[in-house]
């Protein structure tokens, strides 16, 4: 199964650009990369996802690396309400109860 | 409002008790997905089902069960052959459980054994 790694917490100030990293270097060639959040005691919300190349949407930007082994969800300007768990998922072809893993993400901790 | 409902929000259990976690959408998803959460730790994938009448067992499915009878319902069974059950659980769908989709989650559904 394809795994991701990330940092256990990250703290940004206000109003500053975040990068959170995701190493996922057993990824397959046609795993999409997907990024979501959790706010405490709610569901996790979609942020964006991607296979190759760079990706933007309101929320963020998503840098994927050239040779796909890591990638970096990017916050232009963090607020208060970006404060949350951030999670890296593969999803490959074989979707399906083998390729659904969230591991423990990363807390964004924004410091007014 | 299109979306995902689980209930109820908070649910205690005495020991030895079956208890029946709900799941609804209205999203028209083909694919349904229940999860377990742990205090600080991240999401395990319980069971997932792309279609109804179908459904595959996740990494942690000993002491759960599923049924997937309508489309926009996927109820979760937490069974007394569950040795630690208190956990919050999320329910998940997407529209075909392709690797692009985007999974939308319900509010969760915190369960107490008491």
């Known amino acids: 199964d394809a795994k991701t790694t990330q940092p256990n917490s990250m703290e940004s100030n206000e109003e500053e650009p975040v990068h959170l990293p995701c190493n996922h270097s057993?990824?397959?060639?046609?795993?999409?990369i997907h990024w979501y959040r959790q706010l405490p005691s709610q569901g996790p919300e979609y942020v964006i996802h991607?296979?190759?190349s760079n990706v933007n949407n309101r929320m963020a930007s998503l840098a994927i690396a050239e040779d796909r082994k890591s990638s970096t969800l990017i916050l232009h300007r963090a607020t208060l309400r970006d404060a949350a768990v951030y999670y890296c998922?593969?999803?490959?072809?074989?979707?399906?109860?083998?390729?659904?893993?969230f591991g423990t993400g990363t807390r964004l901790t924004v410091i007014p | 409002d299109g979306g995902i409902t689980q209930s109820p929000k908070y649910l205690f259990r005495k020991e030895g008790q079956n208890v029946t976690l709900s799941c609804e959408q209205n999203?028209?998803?083909?694919?349904m997905y229940w999860y377990r959460q742990d205090p600080g730790q991240g999401l395990r994938l319980i069971y997932y089902?792309?279609?109804?009448?179908?459904?595959q067992k996740g990494d942690i499915a000993e002491g759960y069960s599923v049924s997937r009878e309508k489309k926009e319902s996927f109820p979760l069974t937490v069974t007394s052959a569950q040795k630690n059950p208190t956990a919050f659980y999320l329910c998940?769908?997407?529209?075909?459980?392709?690797?692009?989709?985007?999974?939308?989650f319900g509010p969760g559904t915190r369960l107490t054994v008491l």
């Open positions: 998940a769908s997407s529209p075909s459980g392709d690797r692009t989709d985007t999974q939308y």
């Open positions: 057993t990824i397959s060639g046609t795993d999409y």
């Open positions: 991607g296979l190759t």
């Open positions: 998922i593969l999803i490959g072809y074989q979707t399906g109860a083998n390729n659904l893993f």
């Open positions: 999203l028209n998803h083909d694919a």
């Open positions: 089902s792309q279609i109804v009448n179908d459904f």
